[in-house]
């Protein structure tokens, strides 16, 4: 249903504006309530302003001028709006359309100032917006990429130094370039999916407190980077819910069943080479096994401890 609105004006102002402006209401789809429509003669003035006119009002119009501030009519009009503006929440839009004092209960509410009464669609507009509720503002977009992510919270790390570490090394585990350019890595449809002064803050951060190392050159770019052992066991420990039962099974692995190259035991587990290796460096940090030279991205062990079998019984 079109928004009843309630003019109260003094009827010296009804040629000049108050006529035009209800009547450009009206022809807005509000339902403009005007005395010199709605009253005829015989009729109460008590029961069509306050019962009809007021009583039904979403909104009240206050046409505030020189010859309505201090006409007791519109004052009574005034204290009865707001007291219905208190106990209901209904919206006052007062109107100025002189250089008149603005009545101290009106001080706190936001007025349109008209000061063309033959050219006032801006005002116009805005009026209109105010009493359907309408605010002239963008609507809210898609939040960027990178605050969806799903992340766990590594202590000490922010939520973008997380995500950073959480690419890398998932980057790590299916591809194993060994060297990561994050101008390849953090980039989609050309554009980076992390806004790349916090990209660089966060890849300062993880190179400073030892999760990856910066290959530093001359230049203010982004360094193109490798994990450290901190970095991919921070990360397994966090986002690879059976990484303890992947430990336990390399060891298995070695003991029990005398493998020595990473490579197969990655294929017996079905789990990434780049997961092996650490596993293997673990294992070689803990004085567990001596590792050869490479082999391919493959890791070989030469000398297995007496220790491992005890780490695993």
Known sequence: ????????????????FVIDFATKLRENGIDAWLDKWEMLPGDSLIDKIFEE????????????????????????????????????????????????????????????????????????????????????????????????????SIPGLNKNDNLVLKISCESELKDYKQILDPEILFKKDNSFIIPESELKESLDI???????????????????????????????????????????NVIISIVNNGMTESIKIADSLSKPLYLINHVFYLLESNGHIKLSGELSLGKSIYDVSPSLKRVLS
Request: aromatic share 10%.
């Open 1 to 16: 249903m079109a928004p009843k609105v309630f003019l109260s004006h003094a009827s010296e102002d009804k040629g000049r």
């Open 206 to 248: 993880l190179d400073q407190y030892g999760y990856i190392e910066l290959h530093r050159t001359f230049g203010t770019g982004l360094y193109s980077y490798s994990i450290l052992p901190y970095g991919i066991e921070e990360y397994a420990k966090a986002y690879i819910p059976d990484y303890q039962d992947t430990i336990q």
């Open 53 to 152: 006119g007021l009583k039904n009002a979403d909104a009240i119009v206050i046409v505030l001028s020189n010859n309505s501030v201090n006409k007791p009519w519109v004052r009574e009009e005034l204290n009865t709006s707001m007291v219905k503006r208190i106990s209901q929440g209904i919206k006052i839009i007062p109107i100025v359309i002189d250089n008149c004092e603005v009545p101290e209960s009106l001080k706190s509410t936001l007025w349109e100032r008209i000061s063309d009464l033959s050219n006032y669609k801006e005002n116009l507009d805005r009026i209109i917006a105010s009493i359907f509720g309408h605010r002239d503002k963008p609507p809210i977009g898609k939040s960027p990429q990178y605050t969806t992510f799903d992340t766990i």
